[in-house]
């Protein structure tokens, strides 16, 4: 079965990094997209980002395009997101998620990922 464990998040002053990690396993994850999603307190989860595994196209929310970036190492089947000059409104959890996608470019919806990780909370202060 397919399980994905995101590590790397934490407590982190405004204007900080935070590289986080999605250790996939489970399957061969050819032909699927990895996302990240975030939800804070009180609000919706929201996409973040998202890569595809075989072509490695991307896909970013507004809100973080150039701020934050999504990569893979397919060898150790991880995905990252690098985030970069963290700002309070970044706190929220962050989860990984993966699913089919047999084309570019990568989803933005929840729903196309059936596969989710448990979270990992990012916390930033200012």
């Known amino acids: 079965q397919v399980q994905l464990v995101e590590s790397g998040g934490g407590l982190v002053q405004a204007g900080g990094s935070l590289r986080l990690s999605c250790a996939a396993s489970?399957?061969?994850?050819?032909?699927?997209?990895m996302g990240w999603f975030r939800q804070a307190p009180g609000k919706e989860r929201e996409f973040v980002a998202a890569i595809t595994w075989n072509s490695g196209i991307t896909a970013y929310a507004d809100s973080v395009k150039g701020q934050f970036t999504i990569s893979k190492d397919n060898a150790k089947n991880t995905v990252y997101l690098q985030m970069n000059s963290l700002k309070p409104e970044d706190t929220a959890v962050y989860y990984c998620a993966a699913g089919f996608r047999a084309s570019a470019p990568p989803a933005r919806v929840g729903a196309s990922y059936p596969y989710w990780g448990q979270g990992t909370q990012v916390t930033v202060s200012s």
């Open positions: 489970g399957r061969t994850f050819s032909n699927y997209a």
